[in-house]
């Protein structure tokens, strides 16, 4: 941590536990900004750009630690803690059931009793439907443990458009159902309008599609989300041809700027993800969405820093070296990005808006159940090359077919749209954030022509949630342009 100056009060050093396979999250001490959050860690300003969240247990303030998925909440997170995965060994157990077990009206007992646990003092649930394996799995439980429960399903865009199938799954299990139609303009409104209250910062790609429903929860009276992330982390993810081919490109290629900078190539999503994926470490190349290469990073900075990001990865290391196979490593890919990317959007969200945001996926008496008893031919179907067989099997008992099996859905989100309607607003938030992130407007003006590539608009994403965070805290926070911190980089 950097030193202080002598007139500056000396803050604790925070540990908050933000894994949903731990417990609930609390943020309390993050309450009272002035006397306990540190300075903004650049560091993890390198991390969100280059991928989208901060690596654990760091967070966005230099004083603040994070206990995630894989950390042990006894360790110390200022003191090089031990990263072992939870669940990335388990996926291959030797043990097979001999006698025949209704797996899956066990599977349904247990997340009926993880529903009604994680939905206990809500008075009007929520459930987050995409209309995917988990939350309609979970909309089956949902109908008995609480049939009071709201499905909400966001159509973020009309390329995996699975509204018809959610609300069909709604409709028939007796459960009220409502659709939001994605507004790239007012869901940005409501994160800049949440911004003050919102305790830490990731850069989720479904971040403003999530700000977007819970304000829309709040706005209808709910006080309670129920969410399906989770199961994927312990259910497993195949490891597909795509995914290999993905990680054999991955080089960390330095390509000249010209190649990546080129009309011929910036005009196509396709060929733009292709060179930066090259540009990539393979580790990387596992997390989701396109973001800034580390020459970028740099250019950002103006100064080298994506180095200081990377050497983050060292911790996780040792653990990739030892998973048996590609299937492994995309769990312990999975349990990384699960409390710092894909918890932590709705977890600091819930926290700004006052409502509770609850994972029945991740209760101990379900994955531990799944984990130790169930056998590991339930869970994942390697010569199919599908995962969840026993989820599907739940939602077989009650639906027929679904379109889910075919095209997985997601919350999605009109990156084009964000990049169109809010350009001006951006840029002008990198004009103020030049002390920070020096190049943010250069890179903003050439591209600005170019926002109609997803590729270019994914991080045009990226700088429009963390350029205001920076010029929030740079108008609340004169610490932030100490010269001494700069140097240190923190």
Same mark, same amino acid.
């Given at each position: ?12 050093q925070?540990q908050?536990?933000?894994s949903?396979f ?19 860690d650049r ?16 967070s ?8 995630s998925?894989?950390?042990d ?11 072992r ?5 388990? *996926?291959?157990? !030797?043990e097979?059931?001999?006698?025949a077990? /209704?797996? #899956?009206? =066990?599977y349904?007992r247990l997340?009926? $009793? ?8 809500m008075t ?6 995409s209309g995917?394996k ?6 089956i ?6 049939p009071d ?9 009309y390329?995996e ?13 007796g ?5 939001l139609v994605c507004?790239?303009g007012?869901?940005y ?5 949440l911004?003050?209250r919102?305790p830490? *910062?990731?850069? !989720?790609?479904a971040?403003?599609?999530?700000? /977007?429903? #819970?304000? =829309? ?5 709910g $006080?309670g ?16 041809w ?12 330095c390509?000249?700027?010209?190649v ?13 993800y292709l060179?930066?994926?090259l ?10 969405g396109?973001?800034?290469?580390d ?12 180095q200081?990001s990377?050497?983050?990865?060292a911790?996780?290391?040792p ?9 492994q490593?995309?769990?312990?890919t ?8 894909g918890?932590?959007?709705g ?6 808006l ?8 991740c ?15 339930q ?13 599907r ?8 077919k679904l ?11 009109n ?9 001006e607003?951006?840029h ?22 170019r926002?109609?590539n997803?590729?270019h ?13 920076i010029?929030?805290?740079a108008r ?9 911190a ?5």
């Amino acid at each position: 941590m950097a030193a202080s100056n002598a007139s500056e009060p000396v803050l604790n050093q925070i540990q908050l536990l933000v894994s949903p396979f731990y417990g609930n999250a609390d943020f309390s001490p993050l309450v009272d900004a002035c006397a306990q959050r540190g300075r903004l860690d650049r560091i993890s300003l390198a991390d969100l750009l280059r991928n989208g969240f901060v690596y654990p247990p760091y967070s966005i303030y230099d004083n603040v630690r994070l206990v995630s998925c894989g950390f042990d909440p006894g360790q110390d997170m200022f003191d090089d803690p031990a990263y072992r995965p939870m669940f990335a060994r388990s *996926l291959y157990r !030797d043990e097979h059931s001999t006698t025949a077990r /209704d797996w #899956a009206g =066990e599977y349904h007992r247990l997340l009926c $009793d993880a529903v009604s646990a994680a939905s206990a003092g809500m008075t009007a649930p929520w459930l987050l439907q995409s209309g995917g394996k988990d939350s309609t799995s979970l909309a089956i439980a949902a109908s008995e443990a609480r049939p009071d429960t709201t499905c909400i399903t966001y159509l973020g865009g009309y390329e995996e458009d699975e509204v018809a199938s959610a609300r069909h799954v709604a409709r028939h299990l007796g459960l009220r159902h409502e659709v939001l139609v994605c507004d790239a303009g007012r869901a940005y409104d409501a994160y800049l309008k949440l911004l003050p209250r919102i305790p830490l *910062l990731t850069a !989720d790609f479904a971040l403003l599609s999530y700000v /977007d429903m #819970a304000t =829309e929860i709040a706005r209808h009276g709910g $006080d309670g989300v129920i969410d399906g992330l989770g199961s994927d982390v312990y259910l497993g993810v195949p490891a597909t041809w795509h995914k290999y081919i993905l990680r054999l490109l991955a080089r960390n290629l330095c390509l000249p700027r010209f190649v990546n900078e080129s009309a011929w190539s910036s005009r196509s999503f396709e060929l733009s993800y292709l060179l930066s994926t090259l540009q990539m470490d393979p580790f990387e190349r596992g997390f989701p969405g396109s973001r800034f290469t580390d020459a970028e990073v740099d250019a950002l900075f103006g100064r080298e820093i994506a180095q200081h990001s990377k050497a983050r990865l060292a911790r996780f290391i040792p653990a990739m070296a030892e998973a048996g196979d590609l299937t492994q490593q995309l769990s312990i890919t999975l349990e990384i990005m699960t409390s710092a990317g894909g918890a932590a959007k709705g977890l600091y969200t819930g926290a700004a808006l006052s409502l509770r945001v609850a994972y029945p996926y991740c209760d101990p008496r379900l994955w531990q159940w799944i984990t130790g008893k169930v056998p590991p031919e339930q869970r994942m179907d390697a010569y199919k090359g599908i995962n969840k067989v026993l989820v599907r099997e739940h939602i077989a008992r009650r639906f027929a077919k679904l379109p889910y099996v075919r095209v997985k859905g997601s919350f999605r989100f009109n990156l084009c749209d964000l990049a169109r309607s809010r350009f001006e607003q951006v840029h002008e938030y990198s004009q103020r954030a030049k002390d920070v992130l020096p190049g943010a407007c250069a890179w903003l003006e050439q591209h600005r022509h170019r926002m109609d590539n997803k590729y270019h608009a994914s991080k045009f994403y990226l700088l429009a949630i963390v350029l205001p965070w920076i010029d929030l805290h740079a108008r609340t926070d004169p610490r932030l342009n100490d010269p001494v911190a700069d140097a240190l980089l923190h």
